[in-house]
């Protein structure tokens, strides 16, 4: 039986529609912030929420996302903070919420307790871009025994024989990076939309694209081809780019642009 979060992009998928994922880390710029802009961004179209549980070498992120996890562990905000600001976001919102964070966090509280915590607070299921397929099982067992699904990132330089694995270890659905290289830099390149096609010989599961969107424009694109769009830093520069009270109304300026681009990009180019 499919988990909330590849129920929710079947769904999508038999509607002919394309999903939009809005990443926001916990804790940015405060607590309560955080789980207003989380909401605005599911109000304003996001179909999944990726929630930052911040961490102190986030090496996968580029300065934008590692300044605004920096800023919430100055403040002083630990896993169990960022678990109730899930817990909150997950009671308020019909999306499924993924947790986003690095490997050390879930091992050093324990696998199983951290998963099934994660759980408690609402959560669907994890991101932890860190942690290779191939050594995942002892993840894994614990996500399952919890209920979480857990995503996996495909790299365009991967073999497709690490393509396949990828994909066989992941369970919600498969993340393709958009570019190489760190969150919030450079803008998503020709790569992807060749990755999203070498993952679609090897899988069943949706295929969303994450790295390097950031415009409506660039969301278009790869509703074009892709089962769906991750928007991250983007979404946190709104958050930043002005005073705090301000910042859900932002995001969901931004998320209301992004959609229509997703939705305009499925309409004007067919998919591979």
Do not use: N
């Not at 307790?113 to 002892?138: C, H, K, M, N, V």
């Not at 993840?139 to 399952?144: F, Q, S």
């Not at 969303?208 to 969107?213: A, E, P, T, Y």
Request: net charge negative; with cysteine.
């Amino acid at each position: 039986m499919a988990g909330r979060v590849r129920a929710a992009l079947e769904e999508l998928r038999g509607q002919g529609r394309r999903a939009l994922v809005a990443y926001l880390p916990a804790g940015y710029p405060d607590l309560d912030t955080s789980a207003a802009c989380l909401q605005a961004a599911a109000d304003a179209g996001a179909d999944l929420l990726e929630i930052g549980f911040p961490f102190s070498d986030p090496s996968m992120d580029g300065p934008t996302i590692q300044a605004a996890c920096q800023h919430a562990l100055d403040a002083g905000y630990r896993v169990d903070d960022f678990l109730a600001v899930a817990g909150h976001v997950t009671a308020a919102v019909a999306a499924p919420a993924l947790v986003m964070t690095y490997y050390t966090i879930p091992a050093a509280r324990g696998l199983d307790r951290f998963a099934a915590d994660a759980a408690a607070a609402g959560l669907a299921g994890a991101i932890l871009p860190d942690l290779p397929a191939s050594e995942s099982e002892e993840w894994r067992d614990a996500a399952a025994g919890a209920g979480l699904e857990t995503v996996f990132l495909a790299a365009s330089v991967s073999s497709d024989a690490r393509l396949a694995a990828i994909a066989d270890a992941s369970t919600g659905f498969v993340y393709a990076t958009g570019l190489l290289g760190v969150t919030g830099v450079k803008e998503v390149d020709a790569s992807a939309r060749d990755l999203v096609a070498r993952l679609r010989r090897t899988t069943d599961l949706p295929v969303l694209v994450g790295i390097g969107v950031r415009t409506a424009a660039q969301a278009a694109d790869v509703a074009a081809y892709a089962d769906g769009v991750i928007v991250g830093s983007a979404l946190v520069a709104a958050v930043r780019d002005g005073e705090p009270a301000g910042a859900p109304s932002r995001v969901g300026r931004l998320m209301g642009d992004l959609r229509a681009g997703v939705d305009r990009g499925l309409q004007e180019t067919p998919r591979v």
